[in-house]
């Protein structure tokens, strides 16, 4: 167990304390069940690898803004502020996580990283930095869908001698300016952050396109799309891909002559295999335009130039690779069989694995309907569960 002077920066190291309830990851989702908890009388403790809350809003890109309304983005007990506007930015999204931790009093311990998590006698045992074990009634897993940046080892990649980059690690264009940039992938960073490129000043800006996306306008007449995503939810996937594919008609121009298709499956139907839509920020028009350009996927590397599925070679000063993540679960919680086959929990919000009861998880799902709605949905059922 934790040495006793430990015992005040670890609320429930002493067995003859009340066990909280330990949350892992002081971002949004964390947060949220934390302040839900409380709100139940349930003593929670959050504990966060970094030395801030938000850690992760904190590395993106400076442009981002949540393709979410601001009414249906707040966390449990605090609406967010109306001077944020509609589309709320990074940096406020940050200050929203601040005071929402500060406003709801919550029991946050910064700088410790929770390794691994196993069954103790009906309670729970977390491995924790410096050789800390913390023990707590129940726990709740929130280090987040964005957890550890995805790089694919292409062939070749060592031969490459331009900047290649993951995108957590662009921030803005401004280093970029003249230069000549390949964005790999095409979801809602990768699409964004070649947005931001040419409105930034690079001189070409090529998007490596795998699967072609579904695009839909962030609002059309005022409706924003999070709203539809919520709606159509409990429909069948059939009558969404219909109605998709023709709202996609009707709002989106063919982009086949500039290298984007319309795809070939329904938008429900890749969303429920994992695959949100991009939400235009500005990449129809700046397509459109020919100011970006659609190519093949990246395939490898091979003396130094970029080799493209089609065959294309190119010699892009900088490829920023917009690969994704992994949730990096398994060390956690993997041995506790809570896993699918892709690295996800089985169960989310207020149910438990039945081989592991008292183990939440918040904030691995990537719905249409909006991230941060569903973490605070999930808070409430797992606080009611727990309370």
Do not use: C
Request: no cysteine; proline share 6%.
């Amino acid at each position: 167990m934790a040495d006793e002077k430990d015992n005040d920066r670890f609320p429930g190291t002493d067995r003859t304390n009340h066990r909280p309830v330990y949350v892992v990851g002081g971002g949004p989702g964390g947060l949220a069940a934390a302040a839900a908890l409380r709100g139940r009388g349930v003593r929670a403790v959050v504990l966060e690898k970094s030395e801030s809350v938000g850690a992760s809003w904190r590395r993106h890109y400076d442009r981002l803004h949540l393709h979410t309304t601001r009414r249906l983005s707040a966390l449990p007990g605090l609406p967010m502020p109306r001077s944020f506007g509609r589309w709320v930015s990074r940096d406020d999204v940050v200050r929203y996580l601040e005071k929402y931790a500060e406003f709801h009093e919550l029991e946050i311990v910064t700088g410790v990283e929770v390794s691994r998590i196993e069954p103790a006698g009906g309670e729970w045992l977390l491995h924790a930095t410096g050789g800390r074990e913390l023990t707590g009634r129940a726990v709740v897993v929130a280090t987040g869908h964005n957890h550890t940046p995805r790089l694919p080892d292409w062939p070749g990649r060592e031969t490459y001698g331009g900047e290649l980059l993951h995108a957590r690690d662009y921030r803005d264009p401004a280093p970029y300016a003249g230069k000549d940039v390949l964005v790999v992938g095409v979801g809602n960073t990768g699409a964004e952050i070649a947005v931001d490129l040419v409105e930034g000043g690079a001189a070409r800006v090529r998007l490596a396109v795998r699967t072609v996306p579904h695009i839909v306008r962030r609002s059309t007449a005022g409706w924003p799309a999070q709203r539809t995503g919520i709606l159509v939810r409990r429909l069948p996937v059939r009558l969404v891909d219909k109605a998709g594919a023709l709202m996609s008609r009707v709002a989106v121009p063919d982009l086949a002559a500039q290298g984007l298709p319309r795809p070939d499956t329904g938008l429900y139907s890749r969303v429920r295999q994992g695959a949100i839509p991009v939400q235009d920020v500005g990449l129809i028009d700046a397509v459109r335009a020919g100011r970006v350009e659609p190519v093949a996927a990246l395939e490898s590397f091979d003396d130094g130039k970029a080799v493209l599925a089609d065959g294309t070679r190119i010699s892009p000063d900088t490829v920023i690779a917009a690969t994704g993540y992994r949730r990096a679960l398994e060390g956690l919680v993997g041995h506790l069989g809570v896993l699918d086959e892709q690295g996800r929990p089985v169960v989310h919000g207020g149910r438990t694995p039945k081989q592991a009861p008292g183990l939440y998880f918040t904030g691995f799902t990537n719905p249409i309907s909006g991230m941060l709605r569903e973490m605070a949905i999930d808070a409430r059922r797992i606080a009611k569960a727990l309370a």
